[in-house]
């Protein structure tokens, strides 16, 4: 029997709540937590897997000065003394933080505190500059905060949910199962606003599949045929806000650019029902007009009255689950903290409170700003904290310059090799989720404990203990003695009175004086309320701004250029991959990256499924598996965020996408690069199954993902391949058809287990990936069989697996549907898929119009 500890999911910002079984020797089961307001019991693939991605492999364990193993007084030392003399020969703007929406609020407090009041230099900036910044100041333009009017609880109860941007069915699982809960119940209507067909609009009433960053246009023209129907809360407008002089006069409702038909529906849902919710993330915010585009959606509900009531208004989401506490203690940049600002009077007051002696006379770098400043050596000392910035930020090619160039660079993260880690002089261990403890913020304001399921396994040590370490170091002792995250947790809160004074809705100031014992204990606790704007908005005057905004050209210039490059997220993985990369069921979803493409513009550009092609743009080139896919907009690429320089040779989406931002915001356009496609022929394929990864040679191509009991790496190139510098030593079997060029290798250890086996081809085919893995798996191979690449009595082909939590196959899901299991749920009653987290019902969806369609064909 294990204890159980209550505790927050570490991925995305829904912020679940999870009841983790602790066993021995770092085995935990996850069951959501039914009594967290945020799901209800609910988890998601990635929430469910946690347990997978507890292990101690590939972990950061002790500090690391280049690639020696330090003492930590030594490594706090070095940190402390080079940002000393830093700051001594430089000034404070030549030292940076760059922190992360997966720091603990504690974390971020703390790391703020020391740059902005301590260093005295506003250079803190966070991945939440490429996550949330738009929709941060959208809200700060319209409501005069950063403040989220919504709840999850005007999901359940809407009957309209426009999605915009955002593919809600993989990156926020528990959210769109909230909303598929509430179109079950109450009929609640779905639009999906995107230019792809993604599972998310597959499944919607409507998708308007418009053209990237057609979004300001679109609202600007709902907005103008909301007044044409009389249908404007001119009350709502009067009393409480400010509108410029004839802007609502002048918006023209034609200029929508969508499909004619599309845009009368759309505007006919929106005019029937006033319970509107309207849910933005990333095709919002990674924009050139991502403000804009927050400020058009918030216009259209203000105008309308959508806000401050039960069902209704714009809602962002949050990406990770502490980005909405990063924006609370002031983490950005450009916020001092608490939601403060940069005015004579609350610099003098948060000095006063921190008893700063050098509080910062301004804002500071943002991200893209400040890797430009670390290129040209304007910042000399860079600290990068839960974040891996060599993969995630946009033209990562110059990013990597220059963290080469920078002369500190230290990293603190949870696992030892990362494409960032790789530049770092010094490494510093940092507790990992499971492990550390405190307070996370989600996307609808709640704060919720995550909590210790282990002891500390090595030598690491919590982000804000390093923090307070060094600043004791540098002669800030005094300011930085927190024995606790609860001690921490307090100072924050009692802060927040000073936001409160300027008439702010964050206010914590309740939580104050929590006792530790009551920290401890602390249960999830919403900041303003269901609805924080409804007495006042943040503004002096207490009243909101409707933001005058120009619809952008819709298609940038792209000369030399035929497509148009999008990015973003694969439902079972989470990023850059460190840590859900590591579990083989959340791999087997997507195990390459996949480059979707129209199948009008495949053929143009001579690209076959399945086959490769690279991918090039102004800011360089990578190449990955084609993908052809009739619900990409014709025109328009999609390629996934996540692969690494660990596991792909070139199938990282940031050598491509441009640092562009948007102009009030400073967030990248992550969504919309002007893109070139070529097919590339490699003379041979490959695939290697092994139990340990081995380095590999350059290649035209290489990938590699996790399966049960080691690796499976697709591999291709044009040089011939030496299998000897790839495989490891043993008992070696092999077969070969010089005719064909093809190869198989199969390497077993003395007790007759698979180390290895590489498939080599020029023109044939290869055997089935999943049947290979398999074979790491059993206790004797088979050499025969491997050497054929398939078993000696064939079993059923239960084609890509569609649950990856019951490990049910798409073959056996159509066969069930064909057997008349005709509904999502009769397909879970006979075979199990969909049953556990739910994660795949959009994909059964999908299977199941697909058979149900042969069905009929085969009838008529
Ligand atoms: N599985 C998984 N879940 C995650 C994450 C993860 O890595 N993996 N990450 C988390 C984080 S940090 C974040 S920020 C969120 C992101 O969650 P989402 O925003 O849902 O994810 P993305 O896939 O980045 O982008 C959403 C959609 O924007 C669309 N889009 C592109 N251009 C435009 C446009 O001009 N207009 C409109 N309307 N749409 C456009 C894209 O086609 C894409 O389908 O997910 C969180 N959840
Ligand atoms: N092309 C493209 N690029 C994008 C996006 C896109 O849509 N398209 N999306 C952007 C967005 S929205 C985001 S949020 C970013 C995300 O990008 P990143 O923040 O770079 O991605 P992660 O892989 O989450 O990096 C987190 C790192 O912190 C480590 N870590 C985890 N927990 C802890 C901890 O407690 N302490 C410490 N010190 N380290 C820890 C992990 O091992 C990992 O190395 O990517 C951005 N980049
Ligand atoms: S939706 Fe999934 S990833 Fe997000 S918090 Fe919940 S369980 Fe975790
Ligand atoms: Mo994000």
């Known amino acids: ?109 703390v790391a703020n505190k020391l740059m902005k009041g301590f260093i005295g230099s506003g250079n803190i900036d966070t991945n939440s500059r490429l996550c949330m910044a738009s929709a941060v100041a959208a809200h700060n333009r319209a409501f005069g905060e950063d403040v989220v009017p919504c709840t999850y609880e005007d999901l359940d109860v809407a009957d309209l949910i426009l999605l915009v941007g955002s593919n809600t069915a993989w990156c926020h699982p528990v959210i769109w199962q909230r909303i598929e809960a509430a179109r079950a119940k109450r009929g609640t209507r779905l639009v999906v606003i995107d230019p792809r067909r993604t599972e998310t609009a597959e499944q919607a009433d409507l998708h308007v599949q418009l053209a990237p960053d057609g979004d300001v246009a679109l609202f600007n ?37 969508i499909d004619p038909g599309a845009f009368a529906a ?122 891996n910035p060599a993969v995630s930020m946009p033209d990562a090619g110059f990013v990597r310059e220059a963290l080469a160039r920078c002369e500190t660079l230290v990293v603190s993260d949870v696992i030892a090799d990362t494409d960032t880690a790789r530049l770092a002089h010094v490494r510093l261990p940092a507790l990992a989720w499971g492990e550390k403890d405190g307070t996370v913020t989600n996307s609808e304001r709640r704060i919720s404990r995550q909590r210790a399921l282990f002891a500390p396994p090595g030598e690491a040590r919590a982000d804000w203990a390093i923090l307070c370490d060094v600043a004791a170091r540098m002669g800030w002792g005094e300011a930085f003695q927190f024995a606790s995250a609860a001690k921490i947790f307090r100072e924050y809160a009692a802060m927040t009175a000073l936001s409160r004074r300027h008439g702010k809705a964050l206010d914590l100031t309740s939580l104050a004086q929590l006792s530790d014992a009551d920290y401890a204990d602390l249960e999830p606790f919403q900041w303003g309320g269901s609805k924080p704007l409804a007495a006042r908005f943040s503004h002096a005057d207490g009243k909101a701004r409707i933001v005058p905004i120009a619809a952008p050209a819709v298609t940038p ?48 550009h001579g690209l076959v499924d399945g086959a490769l092609a690279r991918v090039g743009t102004a800011a360089g080139s990578a190449v990955f598996r084609v993908a052809i896919c009739a619900g990409q907009r014709p025109g328009d690429l999609f390629v996934p965020m996540h692969w690494t320089d660990v596991m792909a040779g070139e199938a990282r989406a940031n050598r491509l996408a441009l640092s562009e931002v948007d102009p009030v915001s400073g967030q990248p356009a992550f969504k919309d690069t002007p893109a070139n496609v070529a097919p590339v022929r490699p003379k041979w394929r490959a695939f290697l199954i092994c139990r340990v990864a081995p380095d590999l040679p ?101 084609g890509p697996i569609t649950c990856v939590c019951l490990g049910v196959g798409a073959n056996e899901i159509t066969a069930a549907a064909c057997a008349g299991a005709v509904t999502i749920d009769a397909i879970g009653a006979t075979t199990k898929a969909g049953t556990n987290c739910g994660s795949c019902r959009p994909a059964i969806a999908k299977l199941l119009e697909a058979a149900l369609a042969i069905n009929l064909e085969a009838a008529e």
Not at 72 to 92: K, Y
Not at 239 to 247: E, I
Not at 327 to 337: F, H
Not at 598 to 603: E, K, L, M, N, Y
Request: glycine share 10%; charged share 25%.
């Open 266 to 387: 759309l505007a006919d849902l929106i005019a029937a029902r006033p319970r509107m919710v309207t849910l933005f993330s990333q095709g919002a915010n990674q924009s050139r007009s991502g403000t804009d585009k927050g400020n058009a959606i918030i216009n259209l509900h203000l105008a309308t009255g959508r806000i401050n009531r039960a069902g209704a208004g714009p809602f962002s989401i949050t990406g990770q689950p502490n980005a909405m506490g990063g924006r609370e203690v002031g983490g950005l940049a450009n916020t001092l903290a608490c939601h403060l600002g940069f005015s004579p009077e609350e610099r003098a007051q948060v000095a006063d409170f921190w008893d700063a002696p050098n509080l910062c006379t301004g804002p500071g770098l943002k991200a893209v700003d400040l890797f430009r400043a670390v290129h040209s050596g304007q910042v000399r000392f860079l600290w990068v904290m839960a974040t």
């Open 221 to 257: 023209a709902l907005l103008a045929e909301m007044r044409d129907r009389g249908l404007l809360d001119r009350q709502f407008l009067q009393a409480r806000c400010d509108v410029p002089d004839d802007l609502l006069a002048e918006l023209d409702a034609h200029a929508h650019g």
């Open 557 to 604: 210039s792209n000369a030399g250029f035929a497509l148009r490059l999008n990015t973003g997220r694969y439902r079972d993985q989470w990023h850059t991959m460190t840590r859900t990369g590591l579990s083989a069921t959340l791999s087997q979803h997507r195990p390459e990256a996949l480059l979707e493409i129209h199948p009008g513009d495949a053929a143009r």
């Open 698 to 798: 350059d290649l035209t191509y290489w990938s590699r993902s996790r399966v049960e009991g080691g690796w499976l790496c697709e591999l291709a190139g044009d040089e011939d391949l030496e299998p000897e510098a790839i495989l490891p030593a043993g008992l070696r079997l092999e077969a070969a058809d010089l005719v064909r060029g093809m190869r198989r290798i199969a390497v077993l250890d003395p007790e007759g287990r698979l180390e290895a086996a590489l498939y080599i081809t020029r023109t044939g085919e290869l055997p089935r990936r999943d049947w290979a893995a398999q074979q790491l798996t059993r206790a004797e191979a088979s050499g025969p069989e491997l050497l054929a690449g398939r078993p000696a009595f064939p079993a059923l082909d239960r």
């Open 1 to 109: 029997m294990g204890r159980e500890v209550r505790t927050t999911c570490a991925y995305c910002g829904v912020g679940c709540g999870i009841r983790a079984l602790v066993g021995g020797e770092r085995t935990v089961t996850i069951r959501g937590d039914a009594d967290h307001p945020a799901n209800l019991g609910r988890l998601c693939s990635k929430g469910t897997h946690l347990g997978e991605t507890v292990g101690l492999e590939g972990r950061l364990l002790h500090p690391m000065i280049g690639e020696l193993q330090a003492s930590w007084d030594e490594a706090l030392d070095l940190v402390a003394q080079r940002m000393s003399a830093c700051i001594a020969e430089h000034g404070p703007q030549s030292v940076a933080f760059y922190v992360s929406g997966q720091l603990l609020t504690e974390d971020y407090y």
